[in-house]
């Protein structure tokens, strides 16, 4: 496994993955309904790219093929971030998000945050991240649980 910078001819992929693991993955902590209105459809790579114009986003390969991303936005906050249903629990989450933290104090974030599902809370415990609060987010009149999660970054060097 590697993980490098998204490229253009990545995604077509991504957006599979995202769409498929909302379907497969978030779909045991959440409804049906929810499930729909948070991917209704394999979404159009222009939709990414103009999502990718506002983040640094890293993607996880394996011979070739995205197994994860995650999205990093300018003031540490933690956007997008799946893996691919069928490689979860590999520990490429973990790789993806070692990797979003030294580029982050490295340009001297002071915290990561993220608003976390249901699903990802305990792999963000386990990494150190830790709650701020809990929230219910309002989506097309549907409501989300999702819990605010930081992780504070020392300085190095
Ligand atoms: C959250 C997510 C990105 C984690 O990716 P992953 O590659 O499966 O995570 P890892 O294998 O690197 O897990 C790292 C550690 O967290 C722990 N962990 C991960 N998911 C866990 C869970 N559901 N419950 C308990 N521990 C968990 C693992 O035990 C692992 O510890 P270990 O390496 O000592 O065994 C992935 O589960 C995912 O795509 N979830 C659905 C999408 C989503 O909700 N994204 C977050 C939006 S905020």
């Avoid at 045991?28 to 983040?55: L, N, S, T």
Wanted: proline share 3%.
């Amino acid at each position: 496994m590697r993980i490098r910078r998204v490229r253009r001819a990545d995604i077509p992929q991504i957006a599979r993955l995202y769409y498929e693991t909302v379907h497969r993955v978030n779909a045991r902590d959440y409804g049906p309904e929810q499930i729909e209105i948070w991917a209704p459809q394999v979404y159009p790579d222009a939709f990414w790219q103009r999502r990718f114009r506002r983040h640094r986003v890293l993607v996880a390969e394996d011979d070739g093929a995205v197994t994860g991303f995650v999205e990093l936005g300018r003031k540490g906050e933690i956007d997008c971030f799946y893996v691919h249903y069928a490689h979860q629990h590999r520990r490429i989450g973990g790789a993806l998000m070692g990797r979003v933290e030294r580029e982050a104090r490295g340009r001297g974030n002071r915290r990561l945050r993220a608003d976390v599902s249901i699903t990802a809370e305990p792999f963000f415990r386990r990494i150190g991240f830790r709650i701020v609060r809990r929230q219910i987010k309002i989506c097309r009149n549907r409501t989300f649980k999702q819990t605010v999660m930081e992780k504070r970054l020392r300085r190095t060097g």
